[in-house]
C-alpha cells in the first residue's frame, strides 16, 4: 500500500475494483466518506452490485477476471484525450526510455515465447543504452520505440467498443468511469485505487495489479496525497507476514529467497545475482548479512559465508498449490498449519483435503478445531480407518489474549497488549514457535549429523522460559551493534560486514538507541495531511506515503499547495513537510538522481515497461475457463499461467458450464468462517451458504429464492440456497448473453454455521508470477436441488 487509510480523505476520486470495503474493510469507509464529504467521487467497478456499490457516485458493472481489458482502455481514453500528467511522466517514470529494436508484440504474445516452456526469453525486454551504459531516451516522447509510444501502440486496441464487448460494462457508463478518474491527471487532483483479492485471485493477478500501478504513473498518483495504488487487507497483520518472509519465495524485507545450485549455490552467487548495480537495492548485502547474523549470531562469521549455507534452498515451486500437489504425490511427510485451514480455503478442496491423508502427520494450530484439523472424520467425508496421518491440535490465543504488534494495510506497525488471559492451555503463536525452537534445539545438540547444523546453530537467545522476552525480539528486528549490543537509528547503519544484526531491514528505526519503541508510541498529534507520524511506526524510517519525491515538480515544488506533503526549502538546504524524504533528505531536487523517486528501482523510475514474466506491459488473457474466446488476440488463456495437471484438476467447457462463478465473503464471516462461525450470534446472522444469482438466471432455470440448488463445475458440485437478487444482471459478451453468480467461500462442516464449500468448485490454476490461485472466475452450471 503506497499511502495509507487516513489518506483516503485527501482524494479527489476513489475508483474501487476487485474489492468490497463498505463490506470487508468497513473501517476504511470512514475515510471515503470524508472524501465524499469534501466532493470526491467514488467509482465501484464489480461484477455485484455491492454494499460499496451502494455508495458510490457511478457503479460499473464488468465481467470477472477482465480487469486488465477495462484499465487498457482507461489507459488508451487518456493516451488518445491528452489526460495523463506529462511532466510527471516524463521525470518520474520510464516512458521516455528507448526499448531494444528486437522487442514487439503480436497476436497476443511478447517477443521470445517459448511454447514448450510456457516461459519468455527475455533478453529483448530491455532498453537501449549508450557506449557508456546509459539508457537512451527521448524527453519528447515521440520516438517510435519509446516505452510511451509502445505503450499507446499496445493500448490503442484497447477502444472503448471492444473493451466493453468484452466486459459486458455499458457504453455510457464505462466513459463516464474513463472520463472522471482520468480528471485526477490535473495537477490539483489526485486519485486512489483501491484493491483486494477480487484482483489478485486470478491466473493474471500480478499484471491485474501492475495495470493499476501504470495507470496511476499516467496520471500522476503515486507519491500525492490522496493518490497511490492501495490495498485492502483481509486480516490486521496480512502486511506484517509478507514483511516477515511468510510468503514462500521471500526472505524478510522481501528479499528473494535463495534458489539451489548454480544460482544461488554460495553467499557470493547470492550476492551477484540479487544486487542490482545501482538503486537502493545496492545496499542487499547488507540486509542480507545483517539478517544472517540476526539468524546465526555467532555461528555466523565470514568464514562460513555468515551461516547463509544453513539457509533452505529452492528447487522447485514451493507454492500452496504446488505443495498440495506434493502432497498428493506422497513427497511431504508432514505439515504445521499455523491458522490455515485448507480444506475451506484452499482452490480445489476436494483434492486438498484428500492431499492431507497422505501425510505422516500434521499439526494444526488454532482457536477452535477447524475442517482441516478435523479433515480425517466422517462428518468430513472421509472414513476415519483408511487416513493414516497422525493429527495434533496445539490450541491458540485470540489476539485479545496475547501482547505483540501488528502492522497493518498502511505499514503502520502498531503493539498491542494482552486485554485477557488465554484460554485454557492456549499458547500465543509466538510462544509456540519459542518453545518449539528451544526444544528442537535441545533435541539435537548432541548430534554429530552435518545435516543438523542449521538448528543447532540458530540464534536462539529471546529468555530462557516459554515465554519469550519481546523486548529482546523487538531490538533483534530493529537491529543492533554485534560488539556493543546498540541499537541502531536506522538501516542506512547496517554493514556487510558482521558487525551489524537485524532481523528485518525494512523495520530498522522503529527502535532507536537515543529512543523508545516507536510501535507502542500513541501521539496522535496531526503535524498536517493526517499521517498522524507519532502513532506507530510505518515502515521504511516511519514514511507514510512512499515515492513521496514524486510529489513535487523536478525542482521540489509541490504540483499544488492544496496537495502539500514534502517539499524543497533552499533556505534550510533540504526537504520539509508533513512526512519523511523518500529519499535522501538533503539531497537537491536538482542534483544527481534528484528526480528519481522510484528509489527501488535500478533507474529510480516507476516502471511502466516492467518486464515481469508474462510481460512488459499486461494483456488481457480469458481466465482458465471462459464462455468466450478472446477478443483481442487468438492466444485465448495466458502464455505462461501455471496449470496444474492431473485427474483432480479437469477443465469445464462452455458448452456444459456456461455460467460464470466468482466468490467473495460477507461482514458476518472472518476468512473462512473458523472463528465467526463458532459465534453464536454471527452465525445467527448468517446461517447458511448461500449463492447469489441473478432474477433473469433465476427465471431461466425455474429457481426462486430460498430454494435448494446445486452448483456444479468440472470439479464438483456443493448445495446451497438460492438468494435471487437484482445485484447479478446479466452480461452482453461479444453479442452472447452470459450468466455469472456469486458465493461465499466461508463456509464448512465445523461449527455452529454450516455449509457447503464454494472452494470444491475452483480450479489448481495459479498466477505465473505470485502463484496466487485462480478464485474469482471460474465456469458452473446451477440447478434445482429437487
Known sequence: MTNHWNDLQHSDVILIIGCNPAENHPISFKWIHKAKERGAKVISVDPRYTRTSTQADLYAPLRSGTDIAFIGGIINYALQNNLYHHDYVVNYTNASFLVDEGFNFEDGLFSGYDELARDYDKS????????????????????????????????????????????????????????????????????????????????????????????????????????????????????????????????????????????????????????????????????????????????????????????????????????????????????????????????????????????????????????????????????????????????????????????????????????????????????????LARRIQDLYKTSTDPKDKPIQSLFWNYGESDHPDMDLVHREINGYETATGKLLKNFTKLADDGSTICGNWIYSGFYPEEGKDLSMSQDNTDEGMGNFQGWGYAWPMNRRILYNRASCDPSGKPWSENKKNIWWDAAQGKWVGYDIPDFGGTKAPDGPGGTDAFIMQKDGKGAIFGPVSDGPFPEHYEPFESPVPNAFSSINFSPTAKVYTGDHNPKGDAERYPIVATTYRV????????????????????????????????????????????????????????????????????????????????????GIATGDNANRLTPHVADPNAKIPEYKAFLCDIRRAD
Open 124 to 435: 529483448t525486454w530491455t532498453f537501449q543504452k549508450d557506449e557508456e551504459g546509459n539508457i537512451l531516451k527521448d524527453e519528447t516522447l515521440q520516438h517510435p520505440r519509446s516505452v510511451f509510444q509502445l505503450l499507446k501502440k499496445h493500448y490503442a486496441r484497447y477502444d472503448v467498443d471492444t473493451v466493453t464487448a468484452v466486459t459486458g460494462t455499458p457504453k455510457d457508463v464505462y466513459l463516464e468511469v474513463a472520463k472522471t478518474f482520468c480528471s485526477t491527471s490535473a495537477v490539483d487532483k489526485t486519485g486512489t485505487l483501491l484493491y483486494a483479492m477480487g484482483a489478485t485471485q486470478h491466473s493474471k493477478g500480478t499484471q491485474n495489479v501492475r495495470v493499476y500501478a501504470m495507470l496511476q504513473l499516467l496520471l500522476g498518483n503515486i507519491g500525492r496525497p490522496g493518490g497511490g495504488v492501495n490495498a485492502l487487507r483481509g486480516e490486521s497483520n496480512v502486511q506484517g507476514s509478507t514483511d516477515f518472509g511468510l510468503l514462500y519465495h521471500q526472505i524478510t524485507g522481501y528479499m528473494n529467497a535463495p534458489f539451489a545450485a548454480p544460482k544461488h549455490a554460495t553467499l557470493e552467487d547470492y550476492l551477484k545475482t540479487e544486487t542490482p548495480p545501482s538503486g537502493f537495492k545496492t545496499n542487499t548485502p547488507k540486509w542480507l548479512i545483517s539478517m544472517l547474523k540476526a539468524f546465526y549470531g555467532p555461528n555466523a562469521t565470514p568464514e562460513n559465508e555468515f551461516g547463509y549455507h544453513y539457509l533452505p534452498k529452492h528447487n522447485k515451486d514451493c507454492s500452496h498449490i504446488a505443495l498440495f500437489e506434493s502432497m498428493l504425490r506422497g513427497e511431504i511427510e508432514g505439515a504445521l498449519l499455523f491458522g490455515q485451514n485448507p480444506i475451506v480455503g484452499g482452490p480445489n478442496a476436494t483434492k486438498e483435503h484428500k492431499a492431507l491423508a497422505n501425510l505422516k502427520w500434521m499439526v494444526a494450530v488454532d482457536l477452535w478445531e477447524t475442517e482441516t484439523s478435523v479433515f480425517w472424520k466422517e462428518k468430513a467425508g472421509s472414513n476415519p480407518a483408511e487416513i493414516q496421518t497422525e493429527v495434533f491440535f496445539l490450541p491458540a490465543c485470540s489476539s485479545y489474549e496475547k501482547e505483540g504488534t501488528v502492522t497493518n494495510s498502511g505499514r503502520w506497525m502498531q503493539y498491542r497488549w494482552q486485554a485477557i488471559p488465554p484460554k485454557g492451555e492456549s499458547k500465543a503463536d509466538l510462544e509456540i514457535v519459542h518453545m
Open 667 to 750: 461482514s458476518e464471516h472472518w476468512q473462512s468462517g473458523s472463528m465467526t462461525r463458532n459465534q453464536e450470534w454471527l452465525s445467527e446472522l448468517m446461517p447458511h451458504m448461500f449463492v447469489e444469482i441473478g432474477e433473469d438466471l433465476a427465471q431461466e432455470k425455474g429457481i426462486k429464492n430460498k430454494d435448494r440448488v446445486i452448483v456444479e463445475s468440472a470439479r464438483g458440485n456443493i448445495e446451497a440456497y438460492a438468494l435471487v437478487t437484482k445485484r447479478l444482471a446479466a452480461f452482453t459478451i461479444r453479442g452472447k448473453k452470459v450468466h455469472q453468480l456469486g458465493m461465499p467461500w466461508q463456509y464448512g462442516f465445523q
